[in-house]
């Protein structure tokens, strides 16, 4: 399978832990983002990396969230301090830098803060 | 500010034709995408416009105006499976920003 994997698909988590996600896009992708859906809502942007260098963050992203992708690879997403507002399916996507940016999803990590 | 506006939910029947539209407002444009997500997935790419037209794939066709803002993607022979969220999306400078999505129930 070649296409967006995400790790963990789920995750349970009590308020005001940290936790992170990983992605791994498709190898020869070079964009990667980061998105957050909550139910009956439109994926929302939160990061965006060409290849190693983030190059966009939403103004909604606050400090608590940071997102890295050391070797322009694989990308990780931690959550500091979690509240439960933080509640939602966390999607990586990824593009190749040419043609239609067409952006490929990952299957999504469901988060849940109790 | 940047609007993205698509129809919440729509009904349709087996075998039959439907058109979900969609309007946007965006400070800047480089192409309008189409995706479809079932329940509990990830959404997938369904057709792409940067050129005012029609652009059609399979029974899935998709209409572009950027004078005005609009875009509908149209689902022919309607099947069971294509019962879904379908989301629009606008692209401009690496960010995409989707509309909430249109809820798709495709009844026998």
């Known amino acids: 399978d070649t296409g967006v994997s995400q790790d963990p698909r789920h995750k349970i988590t009590k308020r005001g832990q940290n936790v992170t996600f990983r992605c791994d896009p498709i190898?020869?992708?070079?964009?990667l983002y980061w998105y957050r859906q909550t139910l009956g809502q439109g994926p929302e942007f939160l990061t965006y990396f060409q290849n190693e260098a983030q190059l966009e963050k939403s103004r909604l992203l606050s400090d608590r969230f940071s997102a890295e992708r050391p070797k322009g690879s694989f990308s990780t997403l931690e959550i500091q301090r979690t509240e439960q507002g933080d509640s939602a399916m966390y999607l990586c996507a990824s593009s190749s830098s040419g043609g239609t940016y067409e952006q490929y999803f990952g299957p999504g990590t469901r988060l849940t803060v109790t | 500010g940047q609007n993205i506006d698509q129809p919440t939910e729509m009904t349709a029947t087996e075998g039959a034709i439907v058109q979900i539209n969609c309007t946007y407002q965006?400070?800047?444009?480089?192409?309008l995408f189409w995706y479809q997500q079932h329940a509990g997935e990830a959404p997938t790419f369904l057709s792409y416009?940067?050129?005012?037209g029609l652009e059609e794939k399979g029974r899935f066709s998709s209409f572009l105006s950027r004078s005005k803002g609009y875009s509908y993607l149209l689902l022919k022979e309607l099947q069971m499976k294509d019962s879904a969220s379908y989301l629009c999306?606008?692209?401009?400078?690496?960010?995409?920003?989707f509309g909430a999505g249109t809820r798709l129930t495709v009844k026998p």
């Open positions: 416009n940067v050129l005012d």
């Open positions: 965006t400070s800047g444009f480089n192409g």
């Open positions: 190898s020869e992708h070079n964009r």
């Open positions: 999306a606008v692209y401009n400078n690496n960010d995409m920003r």
